[in-house]
């Protein structure tokens, strides 16, 4: 009954619109725990923006123009379901690491789901890449873009502003940015989220009926 229910409530984050996770996202980060729901609906509107024009600017696989020299290497590797990793940049070895075994896993969840239709097979690696590409042009090239884009201003001083930066908010740019890349209907933040949830529960189970590795 718990995994029936369990699947029930992952299967109903697809009735949340990606502006309403986005902002979910940005409330689990600290810092952002005082914000209201509109600055962290709007946040996100605007980090969602963000990425999605990056991506409109910037073809898939590539680094057009002056954005960020070389598209940075990928690395793969197993063990990222223990540390619920499925994929992470590394800007000082200039890589992009996927975990292997968390890949596998978010496919076989897409298929559990019902949510092939919203992502094609192989569209889970393919969105990890490109989610880590952004990350990877935002730290090279426009972090000070993004910040300019959320417009958060904290100071004024006659014509001087001084933006503040939202934490998080990269990260819904970096789905969005995933999302325009690919053509897909849905951010990668939906699967990114029950993703998390399911290996959550995964390893949680493992830990409770293997007590002596803990």
């Known amino acids: 009954m ?3 229910v369990a699947a029930a ?13 986005g902002a979910r996202l940005l409330r689990g980060v ?21 990425g999605t024009e990056l991506a409109g600017s910037t073809p898939c696989g590539s680094t057009a123009g002056s954005l960020a020299g070389s598209t940075p290497a990928i690395v793969e590797h ?56 952004a990350h990877h042009l935002v730290t090279a090239d ?15 001083l006659g014509r001087f502003r001084r933006l503040a930066y939202i934490a998080g908010a990269d990260e819904v ?13 849905r951010s990668p933040l939906l699967l990114t989220r029950a993703a998390t949830a399911a290996i959550r529960t995964r390893n949680d189970a493992r830990a409770a009926s293997n007590p002596k590795e803990n």
């Open 78 to 133: 197993e063990g990222g379901l223990d540390a619920a990793l499925l994929a992470q940049y590394d800007a000082r070895h200039h890589r992009i690491d996927l975990f292997t075994d968390s890949i596998a896993f978010c496919e076989q969840l897409v298929d559990d789901l019902g949510w092939r239709h919203l992502f094609p097979v192989g569209s889970v690696r393919a969105a990890a890449v490109e989610h880590e590409r």
């Open 30 to 50: 600290p810092t952002n725990e005082a914000r209201s729901d509109e600055e962290l609906l709007r946040h996100a509107a605007r980090a969602t923006a963000f």
């Open 173 to 185: 740019a970096a789905h969005a940015f995933a999302a325009r890349s690919l053509g897909l209907t």
């Open 9 to 21: 409530a992952l299967r109903a984050l697809a009735e949340v619109p990606d502006a309403e996770l």
């Open 2 to 4: 718990t995994v029936v």
């Open 142 to 156: 426009r972090s000070r873009g993004l910040r300019a884009a959320l417009d958060h201003e904290v100071f004024r």
